[in-house]
Every structure is written in C-alpha cells, then in structure tokens.
C-alpha cells in the first residue's frame, strides 16, 4: 500500500511542481495532510483518502487539457490499485470540484474527507493568499466596488466571467462553511472562516479611509 501511495505522490509532485494556478505540489501536500488528520477523526478508508487526495487536482480543468483527459491519466497512475479503490477515487476526484457551486453533494464518507480537506486549503490566511494568486493570474482586479459579487453562477462564469479577489469571498469562500461535510472538516473551518471575516472588515474600512 505505501509503496502505491509513494509512486503516485512522486509522480504528482513531479508534475505540479511548479504549477502557478494555486493547484501546486504545495496544495496537494496540505490537501494530503488535512485529509490525514479528518481521515483519523472520522473512521474513514485512509489508502482511499490519501490517493484520491494526491490526484485530486489532476483532472481539474485548469491543469489537464479536459476533465477527461485528465480521468484517464489518473487511471492509468492507478494501475496498481485494485478496482473497487481504484473506481471509488476517480468517482472522488470527479464530483469533489466547487465548480460555481451547482454540484450535488458527494456521497461517500471518503469523498466527504478529501472535499473538506479541499476546502479546508480555500480558507484561512493560505486561502487568501491564494484568492490574490488566482485573481492575479486571471488579470482581475483587487475589488472594484462597482461590481456585484454574483450569487449564481454556472461553471463557465464562475471560472471566465468578471469577478475581482474580494467578490470571490462573497461567491465563494465565506459559504465553504456551512458546505463542510465532517464534524472535524467543520471544526477546523471555523477559526480560518473568523480570520476571513476579520481580514474583509479591516479590508472595507481601510478601503473606505477609516483605518
Ligand atoms: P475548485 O476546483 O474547488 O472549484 P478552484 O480550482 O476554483 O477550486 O480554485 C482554486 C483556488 O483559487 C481556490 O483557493 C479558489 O478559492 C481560488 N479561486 C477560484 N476561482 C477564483 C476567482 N475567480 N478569483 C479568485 N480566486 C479564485
Ligand atoms: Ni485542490
């Protein structure tokens, strides 16, 4: 089992070493961590979490050509992995993905873990850093304060409309929250969400000429 884990882990490191989108080698490795630590709490199939955290982000649109190219790769990185795990995590990797936030609930105890443990890595002082990454990349502006957060959103707008890195807080990141699956997914949530809501107010009243 550990042998798999280690061919696949250095496998997507190789890959998304130097990846800029906010998907980097560096995200999986607090993805994997997360999905350790909520595993352990909830009882859940640790050698499933942690692959199926590993390769999460290789089907995601922003680093494979299209998704299913993408879930091809992963099956094939999956070569050793019997079939039940093997389908159990590409069924994981493929309905975890925020998408405008129009996906149904995912199903299984495994893909709850790996989903929080996402999410988990969208919040906080690192979700931040990587909302300002992410918008930088896409050429969006800080805040513009003459445009609406949106608060429906197929998965074409969420990823090509207009947005700026503040209005993505308010589509996406302040809901995380309430979305978590697990009792510690929902534990740990709570402190980056305070630090997210502390962040925003002293961002509009600094904004606004007050601090
Ligand atoms: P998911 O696959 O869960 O939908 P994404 O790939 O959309 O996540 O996002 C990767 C990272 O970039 C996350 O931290 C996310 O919050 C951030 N991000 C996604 N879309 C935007 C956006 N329009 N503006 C700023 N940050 C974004
Ligand atoms: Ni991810």
Known sequence: M??????IRYYV???????GSGHDWHHIERVVQHSE???KAEGANHFVCIAAALVHDLADDKIASSEAEGIKEVVNLLGDVNEEDRNHIIEIIS?????GGNRP??????????????RLDAIGAIGIARTFVYAGS????????SIEPRNKMTP??????????????????????ELMNTQKGIELAKQRHEFMEEFLSQFHDE?????
């Open 207 to 211: 904004w606004a000429g007050i601090k």
């Open 138 to 145: 896409k050429g969006d502006l800080i805040y513009d304060p």
């Open 37 to 39: 630590v909520i595993a």
């Open 105 to 118: 609930p995912v199903t299984t105890l495994e893909a709850q873990v790996v989903q929080d443990a996402d």
């Open 156 to 177: 074409e707008t969420y990823r090509n409309g207009q947005s700026t890195a503040i209005n993505h807080f308010y589509e996406k990141l302040l809901n995380l929250k």
């Open 13 to 19: 490191k190789q890959k998304l070493e130097n990846e």
């Open 95 to 99: 309905s975890i993905s925020f998408k």
């Open 2 to 7: 550990n042998q798999i884990l280690n061919d």
